[in-house]
Structures are given as C-alpha cells and as structure tokens.
Nanobody, 114 residues
Framework: QVHLVESGGGLVQAGGSLTLSCAASGSLFSINSMGWYRQSPGKQRELVATITSSGSTNYVDSVKGRFTISRDNAKKTVWLQMNSLRPDDTAVYYC????????WGQGTQVTVSS
C-alpha cells in the first residue's frame, strides 16, 4: 500500500518553468524506479521521464534538454524540473513509483499559455 502525492502544477507562460514533485508514503520498502507520464486530450498517454534508484535517467525526445528528473531515495520523492515550457507541454502529469507493482499519483495539471 503506497500512496504518491503530487504537487507543483499550475499555469505558466511559454518559456517559463515549473517543478513538479511526487512523494511516496505508506511503505517501508524502497522504491526502485520512479517517473512521470503525461496525458493531454486527444493524445495518447506519453512516458516523459524515468529515473532508477541509482540515478539513471531517460527522457522522451521532445523534452530532452528542457526537463530534468531527479530523486531523493531517503525521502522517496521524485521531481520533474520543466524549463522552456511550450504550449504542447500542456497536460495532466502523473508520477509513478515501482515497488511490487506500479503505483500512481493523482495527477497534476500543467497548462502552458502562449
């Protein structure tokens, strides 16, 4: 039983920045992989970024050089630093954490205006 709580979404102008956070609670076990998906109306769910417990990261091509994923293993928290935001980054962002199965955050809305 793991709960993931997200925060940090909001409205930002194109070219601006936001940082999303996702904190896990409810389990004594460490979490292996964590990451972020996003979902926008009319588009399929997209895996944005992942990070392993050792710090290895992967990004979808469209955010490389603009987004940075990081984590604190002791806090069981993952962040997504989003810079140079574009209107097509607008979506609901969902974090996940892998323990015995994949657990999901509640989602946080990111809206980028132009």
């Amino acid at each position: 039983q793991v709960h993931l709580v997200e925060s940090g979404g909001g409205l930002v102008q194109a070219g601006g920045s936001l940082t999303l956070s996702c904190a896990a609670s409810g389990s004594l076990f460490s979490i292996n992989s964590m990451g972020w998906y996003r979902q926008s109306p009319g588009k399929q769910r997209e895996l944005v970024a992942t990070i392993t417990s050792s710090g290895s990261t992967n990004y979808v091509d469209s955010v490389k050089g603009r987004f940075t994923i990081s984590r604190d293993n002791a806090k069981k928290t993952v962040w997504l630093q989003m810079n140079s935001l574009r209107p097509d980054d607008t979506a609901v962002y969902y974090c996940y954490g892998d323990l015995l199965r994949r657990h999901w955050g509640q989602g946080t809305q990111v809206t980028v205006s132009s």
